[in-house]
């Protein structure tokens, strides 16, 4: 039902921010228990949660990301986002959005961005 589409640059310069949007169809990101969370996936690493907005607004972050990361939201537009200032190259991985009640059980295809000069 729920479809998510990750979209953005997939080149991003050292020390720049990266900034990604996921477009929601078949569903309102507004919907009562759902939460809309960015996880990534490093080159040979696994996946790691990088943070979550709810149906209400509320805002969620890893700790080891918190200083990096801001999550939003554009409820007239379906679109929630994601900022990560400050990245080097160890932040090359693939993104994905996703969403769920309790579990993240539908994911976008994700998108790589890759951190080079």
Not at 50 to 72: C, E, F, V
Request: aromatic content about 12%.
């Amino acid at each position: 039902q729920v479809q998510l589409q990750e979209s953005g640059p997939g080149l991003v310069k050292p020390s720049q921010t990266l900034s990604l949007t996921c477009t929601v169809s078949g569903g309102s990101i507004t919907t009562n228990y759902y939460y809309w969370s960015w996880i990534r996936q490093a080159p040979g690493k696994g996946l790691e949660w990088m943070g979550a907005i709810a149906y209400s607004g509320s805002l969620y972050d890893s700790p080891s990301l918190k200083s990096r990361t801001s999550i939003s939201r554009d409820t007239a537009k379906n679109q929630f986002t994601l900022q990560l200032s400050s990245v080097t190259p160890e932040d090359t991985a693939v993104y994905y959005c996703a969403s769920g009640h309790y579990d993240m059980d539908c994911w976008g295809k994700g998108t790589l961005v890759t951190v080079s000069s």
